[in-house]
């Protein structure tokens, strides 16, 4: 058989180039206590987008990159008409973030196809690495938003008018760094998308497993509520005459958490933002403004959630006598990953000797998107402690290489196919 047919099942990605690569990609945006900031589209984006499409074409791929700023490095296949099997993540990261979310699907994906150079193997489909834009929200929102507007699922004038947190306008700045595309939106178009990711949590940590073949994803909801109250003297002011804003935060928040107790199961609340007006000391906030994520792999659970908390709004408001609004940040349905994909990666890693279970996402990610158009699964590894969007977080080089080595299969056995 021919290295095009059937490449060596003893082929492994090089470890130290990996480690080098996130290292080295790690140092753009680095924060004085290990951590990066490289938010959507700002100047470090721009660095880091550089770096990773010069080593694209170190390597031989043809980089296109689309009107949103999502950016894929082809590799040529044997059947060159065949749609190409993808692989990739991001390269964004939230404002304390770490050194593995997402530049570790991105760079083990470049890791697989410089080991499949130094092996001389071609396979029969293409192989696409692709980043997309602005995978965390944390600067425009909403999260997922270069990989939704990929597959369709939000049309291209709005996301580029979309306004971040600082002012600033999408289209602007991609055409400010230098990434605002030619390239057909929706190319290219993906026979498989496997997605190599750090697991987030502490299941696989805890329970010592190399490898997370992740089967389904939760469904996400983000909203933001104002809640506009009277400011007055914090002395003077009788409880019983308060319409305190500030109160009302802290009541949502203690409702979220109750709401998950009750609710149990996959059920998970946070209320990770919140600001006050005037926010000082001495004075009865008037206004409020605050972010709920709830999130749960049931839809019907997830929507008697939301259910629930706009309820407890509409009693909030009428008690404390302040007026109550609400915005949807983000909106996206619990995923099932293609069972043909998740066992593929279940019998390769396997096969190549590392302990592995099925599980469930609890964060969003781009592979959930590339669902919508394509089979599609996830690769997870473990998180040390299950830390991340944290300077701390960590996984074990064994670990990374673990990972790339069961993409790297993976990615061989389906793009071998018919």
Known sequence: MTKESRPSSALRIDGQRLVARLEELAAIGATENGGCCRLALSDDDRRGRDLVVGWMRELGLAVSIDPIGNVFGRRAGSAADAEPVMTGSHIDTVRTGGRYDGNLGVLGGLEVVAALNDAGVTTRRPLVVAFFTDEEGARFAPDMLGSLTHVGGLALAPALATVAIDGKVLGEELERIGYAGKSALGEPRAHAFVELHIEQGPVLDIEGVSIGAVENLQGISWQEIEIVGQSNHAGTTPMRLRHDAGYCAAAIAHFVRDLTREMKGDQVGTVGKID?????????????????????????????????????????????????????????????????????????????????RRMTSGAGHDAQMLSRVCPAAMIFVPSIKGISHNPAEDTAAADLEAGANVLLHTLLELASRE
Do not use: C, H, W
Not at 326 to 345: C, H, K, M, N, W
């Open 276 to 356: 006050l007006y005037p926010n000082l000391i001495n004075v009865i906030a008037a206004r409020a403004t605050l972010t709920v994520d709830l999130r749960n792999t049931d839809e019907k659970l997830l929507l008697a959630a939301e259910a629930r908390l706009a309820a407890f709004l509409l009693q909030l408001a009428r008690v404390e006598g302040v007026e109550i609004s609400t915005r949807s940040l983000a909106r996206f349905e619990p995923v099932s990953f293609d069972q043909g994909v998740v066992a593929t990666i279940e019998a390769v890693a396997a096969r190549l000797g590392y302990s592995q």
